[in-house]
């Protein structure tokens, strides 16, 4: 029985300070390491002994794998770039919409800030939600490794279930993705048991419209076989054709019989199936609209610095920490600066609650699921049951214990918490709490749907969400009581 709240694995811990560094490093460890990006799916992994690397390699701190660059005639994506950063990019959102909306669709509010592109990319699920979306905008990988430089269409990179192109001593260092031709539109769309889960099944189209005819079109699917996998016979029948509502059913149909879904906890095959021909027909009717309506998006270059997210600290960069080792970081929490010697395994959460005795931070399911353990972290929510405390040397945490303000009065949000009766089990509010503190800060009027879009990757199981939500409300600036 694998227990969430540690990691029992002991690994060496390296933070290379450039790319070319962290090639060397890691072909010096010859597959018996693991690159380490937002850590959403390796430290999970982790815990759950599905993988025991000699070594973990944090590739976080080069800021140069990071961002979103606009060219003439593509963009530039770092793989460090996180889910949210890449949701926000201009560029994004102006011409590559099925990017944007799977981006949009992707887990909780703290997956999609610590999570990255190139994490889900090499993760090799084929239940990512970006993946199908890159595939469909014809995404090329630029793949680093002690043999130089080499591109890849996302297609050929799946290889299978956590299955990548990758070779040995490679690495992700950009994904491009060409400006859309006039006549273009995509879409995509996700079909999943709760909002922040991955997806019972997925679909992105990118598609060419010239007239009233598709000229050209990928049309592609998540969670439906080995791999993300791209409908050919269904993009045959497209091409060349005057779109109709019943073109699009005739391709849903060929398309439900390409995949290769399977039952598992998520959903059964034949729903799969089933879903696949309604999804095509609503993927593809978006697409076309919008193919009609785009307009040329003058003004949504990206600059680099433009969309950076704030994931990379300045910090110090720990070259080396062996195994039972410990290193030395400096964090302030709550104001408060400390500092604490940590081995390479020991997790932020811990080390708030038991080493600092901020317990106010709570374990809930240890794996990224419940919300539970969220502490601002330079300001961002963080999950701190999948943080190694080791990579935050240099950072600022505020946990619920820091809302509390110097003369020992409660913030307005807790305030509102217990005036609205929105103080539930206890054991997930300051979750819920952090997560509300970072929503106003970032957006002083959010609306309802804002509300429980920011907060749905904080479960609560006893009561529900309408008197949070009313407390979150009461605190807006335009509702303020
Ligand atoms: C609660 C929860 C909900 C989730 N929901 C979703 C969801 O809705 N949709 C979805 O698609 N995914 C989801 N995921 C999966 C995960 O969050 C994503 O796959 C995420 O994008 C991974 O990025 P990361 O930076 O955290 O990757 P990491 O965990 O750091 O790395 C993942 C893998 O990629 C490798 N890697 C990372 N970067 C590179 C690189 N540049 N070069 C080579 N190898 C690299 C790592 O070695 C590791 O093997 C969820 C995960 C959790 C825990
Ligand atoms: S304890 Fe961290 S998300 Fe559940
Ligand atoms: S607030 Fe904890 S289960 Fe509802």
Redesign the pocket.
Known sequence: MTNSHILVHEFEYREPASLDEAISVLSEYGGRA????????????MKMEQ?APECV?N??KLSE?EGVSSQDDQITVG??T??KSLLNAPSVQAEHTALAE?CA????T??QM????????????P?????PALMALDAQLV?VGPDGERALPVEEFLVGPGQ?G?RRG????SILVSRPRPGSGSAFI?I?RVA????KVNAAVALVREGDHIVDCHLTF?SVGPTVLRARKAETLLIDQPFSAELALEAGQAASEEISPIDDVRSTAWYRREVVKALTHDVLQVAWERAGDRKKEEGSRDQRSGIKGPSIQASRIVDYVSRSAEREIELTVNGVPHRLKVKPNELLLNVLRERLSLTGTKYGCG???CGACTVLLDGRPT?AC?TLAITVDSSNVLTVEGLEGPDGRLDRLQEAFIEHAAFQCGYCTPGILMMSKHLLNENPTPTENDIRDHLK?NRCRCTGFASIVRAVKSCTTTDNR
């Open positions: 693991k690159i380490l990006a937002g850590g959403t799916n390796l430290i999970t992994w993988v390699i590739i976080g794998l793989p460090l996180t889910i799977a669709a992707f887990g909780s703290q997956i610590m999570g990255t592109v190139g994490g889900n990319l090499c993760n090799g699920s239940a990512s939600d970006t993946v793949l990548t990758l490679e690495l992700l260092r996700k999943s922040a889960d991955l997806a998540g794996i990224g699921e999950l999948l990757g």
